[in-house]
């Protein structure tokens, strides 16, 4: 075969090639429609209320990008080695990316780093340390100012001699230690004497306690930085009319919290932009996920009375719309 | 014109394939790429126009389902006033014939109803559905709708969206409404008072109408009041939080109709339709790029194809064009080496059916000349081997040795006169013979050769025999064929007179008879038989003599019907013991004449 | 330099052959998702997500999951999708759910009577559907072989909640029966206008009670939406003009029996007040029946109901015939009975949430 033959079955089959090529693509996968599998390691077994707000945002993001979305729960004790083996199994099971309310321990902390080298990681809420060379990513409020602006707003209550009672549990997770210890050192600042209460996790000793608590006549102010906390202690006062001179404060947006802010049950709540830290997890994950440049967020968070429920501000804060 | 002229003029000068190949292809190429061009161009056009349209259209359908729900909403309004509240009196009647039409009416539309209410003038409420219980610290009169309904007391208010903080609600439920707001005339035992009346649109009603929303891949629709706050976005939320941007304020100052707008580096195609009475605002948003993205991706489809179709075009026209023009170039080929005088070169019989005829004549025509060629070289070979054997013939050595010996005989003898006459008769013999080379001469210098030949012959035959030479004026100078005379001569001697004893005549006469030329060689030899004539006139007996000079009577034939043509030639006359006549016919011409006629035969 | 040439060409003429075929490859190898490793995909649409019994099953149905897991060995996946009450929602949600190609679909038709919408396109996209609590007529249940009613019997439910009243009265006619007429004057508080469940329940409750020779007398009866606030309102409503003859609040379920226990709290009625019945067996209910504020309630089963769905859901999967494997399932439906629960066996019933 001459060597111009050659070439001209080399071009020919070059075409068939590209033909092939062409007629078997569709146009539209020239785009790159992925879905990016993305899994939610979230605190707590059932998302309780407070987890929904989080989680209609991440729903939302997850809709706009293309993200398919697991939500999993650490299990009710929530321990370091759980989430650990948690972490492993969802990686394993083909994660794009990891969303995850870290325990603040450096186990969870290390295997998140060896996971962020890999594939991205965003820690949601909580964080595992704060480390200079952070290269994961984080979305959360303030919250330790969250805590220092709650205990303002306590100290404008506070009557002479009043001390304050801090429910101290969920605190392995950094942003409940942290308000916790914003309001605190407010507290310690101005020489408010401070009684720390483990409430533990059992939901009935929990509402006992309470109980015996408020039927504590010195009892006069209680500061809750959880969700359930928050309702129990509005339940065990709204049932019992001989409590009603107790204030209750605390962090946690649950429609129920809301009512009983309204009714003068709680006092004062502070509440952060759930719904955005939500949205922003799935999409700055996305984002990194593209190799795109990821924007610091600042989370919006308000102190709100019952006064302030239906500012404007407030409103979008508390009332998110689900879409 | 110019160029035109360069490129006839490059392309003559290159090979038929490659023009063959560059046409084809140029054609092709430009056909593939005007029908790419063209059927983009449309495609592009189309698709523009279709976008547009669509989205106009979809706006269009929103509006009016837009429109449907809030006229529905106002005709709820617009009940309970004139059907409700102006056929009672709060005080006579009471209120709760009221609030069990009002359930009615709300329980008819409880889907996108979230409450509807009566107020007094002061705020306070006079019958609400489906809950009645106002929250301890619920302001109506304080709340925006209760202020603007009653700021313009003919018309009816929408607001943006809020939550719902009216009523007790032991579900913990809180709804995002859009609040219808007026001002309304009540009956209170006979007197005229004032009030509000309200009703709580569920904002989903206005959600489920403006999403999923066909714009594009990536387009929306949001919605804005007057002064441009947002009363709907798909990103309402984010946009509430700062994470997500939108030019909602700066949209919401453009006309009715389509607009473009840049926005965070986007292109987008905005289109505007107001929403009646309310002054709303439907904003379409369509990023550009959906629109040229669809029709990018289908041009590029397009010109992949086109690419695709330009190879293969390409790779086709190559190899037809070579399959044309090989056997023309393998002919060109042939040619050449022919051109280089290699009449053997063989030619290759392929192609289509007039390249193998012409392959087939060029073949023969070589043959042919092949042929021709070996002709001339034939007779090139024999015209160089008579002349060889003429000049062999002209330098017979026997007749040389002889003349010389008796010469030098004569010399010998002291006669020296006689050896005198010898050597220049023989010197002009000779210079006769070769006759610088000439085939044609004169009949004067043919005879004078003759006469020096018997001069000498006689010398040696010891005078045997007497010679006479005679010839008319007229043929001196006429045209004869060198030595056509003399081997006849020599003939007489050898054959005629050798056997005599003396007496011997030989008579040469040249004269001139009708058109030609004859000269005559007699003698009174023993002369031939019939049969002897006929067998020399035929050339049946020997041609060559190793006596005399050997050339002959039928190489002198020979040689005039060569030169003159066959109606030319020899005649023999003979009886025996008489003598014999051999008599040559010649052309009358002159010299430069036969010369020319020779040229062509010889 | 001929005969390397040719190789060369050959070569490259390969390369590009092999390049070609991968692409192709390469294409059609993304739409082919690998089959056993892939995780399960359940996509749950309920009607409202604020209605408290919804909420619970729901809840069930995410725990439920992990067993599923364990006993498929794959892992799965629950996606829950809120409707809002908007039937056009709903349909969306489903079909977001056929097209990221779920593998089993449940369904809490927001508008029972337009479950044929919905049937259809599952049975186009061939994913199994499972209709739970409200149901859906039985001619749109007939729509494809792979659909199914995971429910309760309102009628038993009816009939229990009934007889709950029935032995109430029987134990102490007195304390029922305040102005001693022989007749039990009662308010209803219904649920929904179309809800099958509401027209049952009712229909059948005061049957039962009737059939045990007991007279009702009707005072009053309410659509309340099964929510708290509207049959709080409703109760005081009544309240107002009935004041103590009301003498039984029969309530379809039991968020209106709460609100109705709301507003006689308020007026302080509760102690020596009108017998309050309700019927699913929803948490504050138990504690409210520990506290002596409402009787009784029929246990509407949320977590049997769960797990009935999935156990139905991991066998079409399986390809195995869902009728093996769930006792209850007759023909397309399965109906989860009840049980009644008074003081008696609340804390029990609580301890089970």
Request: glycine share 6%.
């Amino acid at each position: 075969m001459t060597l111009k033959k050659k070439i001209i079955i080399l071009i020919l089959s070059a075409c068939g090639v590209a033909g092939i090529v062409i007629f078997s693509t569709n146009p539209q996968q020239i785009k790159g429609e992925e879905v990016y599998q993305i899994s939610y390691i979230h605190r707590g077994e059932i998302p309780e209320e407070s987890q929904q707000v989080i989680l209609q945002g991440m729903e939302q993001a997850s809709n706009a990008f293309n993200v398919e979305l697991t939500a999993v729960n650490s299990g009710n004790r929530a321990d370091a080695n759980g989430q650990k083996m948690l972490l492993e199994k969802e990686v394993e099971n083909g994660a794009d990316a990891i969303l995850i309310e870290g325990i603040d321990d450096d186990g969870v902390r290390a295997e998140l780093e060896k996971i962020n080298a890999v594939i991205p990681v965003v820690e949601v809420n909580s964080r595992t340390g704060d480390k200079e060379d952070n290269k994961i990513i984080q979305i959360h409020a303030d919250d330790y100012v969250i805590g220092q602006e709650l205990g303002e707003a306590i100290l404008k209550r506070l009557g002479p001699e009043e001390s304050v009672i801090l429910i101290k549990s969920g605190t392995e997770y950094s942003d409940v230690a942290e308000r916790y210890l914003g309001v605190k050192e407010i507290m310690d600042a101005s020489a408010v004497p401070v009684e720390e209460v483990d409430a533990g996790t059992d939901e009935v000793s929990r509402t006992l306690m309470f109980t015996n608590l408020m039927a504590n006549q010195s009892t006069r102010h209680i500061v809750a930085f959880s969700s359930p906390e928050m309702e129990a202690l509005g339940k065990a006062k709204q049932e019992n009319p001989d409590f009603k001179d107790i204030s209750i404060y605390g962090t946690g947006n649950t429609n129920q919290i809301i009512n009983y802010l309204e009714s003068g049950i709680i006092q004062v709540i502070g509440v952060s932009n759930d719904y955005s830290i939500g949205y922003l997890s799935v999409r700055n994950a996305v984002m990194k996920l593209n190799g795109e440049e990821i924007e610091k967020n600042q989370i919006k968070y308000s102190i709100i009375d019952a006064s302030q429920i239906y500012k404007k501000e407030n409103q979008r804060l508390l009332f998110p719309f689900v879409q | 014109m110019r160029l035109w002229e360069k490129v006839k003029k490059s392309l003559r000068r290159r090979s038929l394939q490659f023009t063959l190949s560059l046409t084809f292809t140029a054609v092709s190429v430009a056909v593939v790429i005007v029908v790419a061009m063209g059927y983009s161009r449309r495609f592009v056009d189309s698709a523009e126009k279709m976008a547009i349209n669509n989205n106009k259209n979809v706006l269009n359908q929103m509006n009016q389902n837009l429109n449907n729900y809030l006229h529905n909403m106002m005709s709820i309004s617009n009940t309970m006033y004139y059907s409700i509240i102006k056929n009672t009196d709060i005080e006579k009647d009471g209120i709760q014939k009221a609030a069990d039409q009002m359930k009615l009416l709300y329980d008819a539309n409880a889907s996108s109803l979230v409450s509807i209410a009566i107020f007094s003038d002061d705020g306070k409420i006079i019958a609400a559905q489906p809950l009645s219980r106002l929250k301890l610290n619920a302001e109506p009169s304080s709340e925006e709708w209760f202020i603007r309904a009653n700021q313009k007391i003919e018309n009816l208010h929408f607001s943006t969206p809020h939550v719902e903080n009216l009523f007790v609600n032991s579900d913990n439920i809180y709804h995002w409404v859009v609040s219808l707001s007026r001002s309304v005339e009540m009956t209170k035992d006979g007197t005229i008072i004032h009030g509000v009346v309200l009703v709580n649109m569920n904002f989903t009603g206005i959600e489920q109408i403006c999403k999923n929303v066909d714009l594009g891949k990536s387009g929306y629709v949001y919605l804005v009041d007057q002064s441009g706050e947002l009363i709907y976005h798909p990103n309402q939320q984010m946009i509430y939080a700062g994470v997500i941007r939108e030019n909602h304020k700066k949209a919401s100052s453009y006309s009715e109709g389509s607009h473009i707008e840049v926005f965070e580096g986007q292109e987008r195609q905005i289109t505007v339709k107001t929403v009646g009475y309310t002054g709303w605002k439907l904003i379409g948003v369509s990023p550009t790029e959906d629109i040229t993205s669809v029709y990018t991706q289908n041009s590029q489809f397009l010109w992949f194809v086109a690419i695709f179709a330009i190879l293969t075009l390409i790779a086709v026209n190559a190899f037809v064009s070579s399959r044309v023009a090989n056997p023309i170039k393998q002919l060109e080929r042939s040619v050449r080496e022919l051109e280089r005088n290699n009449l053997y070169a063989t030619i290759p019989q392929n192609g289509t059916y007039e390249i193998r005829h012409l392959a087939k004549t060029l073949q023969s025509m070589a043959d042919n000349m092949r042929g021709l060629m070996d002709d001339i070289v034939v007779e090139q070979e024999s015209k160089r081997k008579s002349e060889m054997d003429a000049l062999q013939s002209q330098i017979n050595p026997h007749f040389l040795y002889n003349t010389l010996d008796s010469i030098v005989w004569m010399i010998e003898n002291e006669r020296y006169d006689g050896a005198i006459t010898m050597v220049t008769a023989l010197a002009r013999l000779f210079r006769i013979s070769l006759s610088k080379g000439k085939n044609i001469i004169t009949v004067e210098q043919e005879l004078q050769h003759v006469e020096n030949y018997l001069i000498i012959q006689k010398v040696r035959y010891k005078n045997k025999f007497v010679y006479e030479i005679e010839a008319e004026d007229g043929v001196l100078q006429c045209a004869v064929i060198k030595l056509s005379i003399q081997p006849l001569v020599e003939n007489s001697i050898y054959h005629g007179l050798e056997f005599m004893d003396g007496d011997g005549e030989i008579n040469i006469r040249a004269y001139q008879r009708q058109d030609s030329l004859i000269i005559e060689v007699e003698d009174n030899g023993p002369g031939m038989t019939e049969e002897q004539v006929e067998a020399l006139v035929s050339g049946a007996g020997q041609k060559n003599r190793k006596r005399g000079s050997g050339i002959g009577f039928h190489n002198v034939e020979e040689r005039i019907q060569l030169c003159f043509g066959d109606e030319y030639g020899l005649e023999v006359e003979s009886e025996p013991d008489e003598g014999t006549v051999v008599r040559a016919r010649l052309p009358l011409i002159s010299v430069e004449e036969a010369e020319k006629r020779g040229e062509g035969r010889l | 330099m001929h005969k390397a040439l040719k190789t060369l060409w050959k070569r490259a003429g390969l390369i590009i052959l092999i390049i070609g075929i991968m692409l192709c490859w390469g294409c059609s190898g993304k739409n082919m998702p690998e089959q056993e490793n892939s995780p399960i995909k359940i996509g749950v649409a309920i009607y409202r997500g604020d209605d408290a019994f919804i909420s619970s099953l729901s809840g069930h149905l995410t725990s439920e999951a992990k067993a599923l897991e364990a006993k498929l060995g794959r892992k799965v996946i629950v996606n829950l999708a809120d409707a809002k009450n908007n039937q056009g929602s709903q349909n969306d949600q489903v079909d977001n759910f056929i097209n990221k190609g779920y593998d089993i679909i449940c369904v809490n038709m927001v508008d029972r009577t337009a479950a044929a919408v919905i049937a259809d396109k599952t049975k186009e996209a061939g994913i199994p559907i499972i209709f739970f609590n409200r149901e859906p007529v039985e001619e749109d249940m007939q729509i494809w072989d792979k659909e199914y009613y995971v429910g309760t019997d309102a009628e038993e439910a009816g009939i229990l909640q009934g007889e709950l009243l029935v032995s109430a009265y029987e134990r102490n006619p007195r304390s029922i029966d305040k102005n001693g007429d022989g007749k039990l004057q009662y308010v209803m508080l219904e649920g929904e206008q179309v809800h099958q469940d509401a027209l049952i329940r009712t229909e059948f409750s005061v049957k039962a009670v009737l059939q045990a020779g007991i007279e009702m007398d009707k005072l009053g009866s309410e659509m309340c939406n099964w929510m708290r606030s509207p049959s709080y309102e409703a109760m005081l409503k009544w309240l107002e003009e009935y004041g103590d003859a009301i003498e039984a609040v029969v309530a379809n379920n039991d968020e209106m029996a709460l609100g109705a226990v709301q507003a006689l709290r308020e007026k302080n009625m509760l102690k020596d007040g009108p017998i309050v019945l309700g019927i699913d067996g929803t948490k504050d209910c138990l504690e409210a029946i520990s506290k002596g504020d409402i009787y009784g309630t029929v246990k509407n089963d949320a977590k049997r109901q769960a797990e009935v769905i999935l156990t139905i859901g991991g066998a079409c999967i399986e390809g195995k015939s869902p009728s093996d494997i769930v006792p209850e399932l007759e023909g397309h439906y399965v109906r989860v009975p009840h049980y009644k629960v008074t003081l008696v066996n609340a804390n029990v019933v609580l301890k089970q949430e």
